[in-house]
């Protein structure tokens, strides 16, 4: 202890409590380099982690463009039934207007032929055989019924109609058929409605319907 606290040698006692200083100060810089190498290495191990927790994540960003394509197609998928649905709907619209196309006339007699004095009666039915339901004009102004022989025009029901044609708009459903009895009185007519025109003759004529611009198939019969 004696030696520690009162160094001995030749050289003054001075000289030796510097050198322990020098010591002194070694040992503390030392002890200090050690303590941030210590540190130094524990903070690259917690940045050593840092990548794995990123790869973690990068994994995650890799796995969601995946989740992200299935949404998208999810999205796509509903829109394109969106799209589809109002085209289906369009279809059944009862607002829709018939076309000629799903439309058909046909044309009956109540008998094949006619004595004299008696008058001749039709039934015009009109049949929609579209696969919607439509509307239709039936009309006075958009039917007619024109009974001729051979190449001579005798009488149409468009010609001077005792009552003003109207519209008749008919909402039809698929396979729905509406009838119209017409009767022809057995006389002439013209467009010009000229008066003391010669009566119709006995014999064979022809009578044909047409229904918002759709004709039915000829009927023929005897006038007696």
């Known amino acids: 202890m004696n030696t520690v606290l009162h160094p001995v040698g030749p050289r003054p006692a001075r000289v030796y409590w510097v050198r322990r200083l020098v010591l002194l100060a070694l040992a503390a810089a030392l002890v200090t380099v050690l303590a941030v190498a210590?540190?130094?290495?524990?903070g690259g191990a917690a940045d050593g982690a840092t990548p794995v927790a990123g790869a973690a994540a990068g994994g995650d960003e890799?796995?969601?463009?995946?989740?992200?394509?299935s949404a998208a197609d999810t999205s796509a998928g509903e829109e394109?039934?969106?799209?589809?649905?109002?085209?289906d709907a369009g279809a059944d619209n009862p607002g829709a207007a018939c076309s000629p196309t799903g439309l058909t006339t046909t044309l009956t007699a109540d008998a094949t032929s006619y004595a004299a004095g008696v008058t001749p009666t039709f039934t015009v039915t009109l049949t929609n055989s579209g696969d919607a339901a439509c509307t239709v004009d039936a009309g006075l102004a958009n039917q007619s019924l024109v009974v001729t022989s051979g190449a001579?025009?005798?009488?149409?029901?468009?010609?001077?109609?005792?009552?003003?044609?109207?519209?008749?708009?008919l909402l039809m459903a698929p396979g729905a058929a509406e009838t119209m009895p017409v009767a022809w009185p057995r006389v002439r007519s013209d467009e010009e409605c000229s008066a003391d025109l010669p009566e119709p003759r006995p014999g064979t004529y022809?009578?044909?319907?047409?229904?918002?611009?759709?004709?039915?198939?000829?009927?023929?019969?005897?006038?007696?």
Do not use: N
């Open 38 to 42: 210590v540190g130094a290495a524990r």
């Open 62 to 69: 890799e796995a969601a463009p995946s989740g992200g394509a």
């Open 80 to 87: 394109e039934a969106a799209e589809d649905g109002p085209a």
């Open 152 to 169: 001579d025009r005798i009488w149409s029901s468009a010609d001077c109609p005792a009552d003003t044609p109207g519209e008749r708009l």
């Open 206 to 224: 022809t009578a044909v319907a047409v229904v918002a611009g759709v004709q039915s198939g000829p009927v023929v019969f005897e006038l007696g």
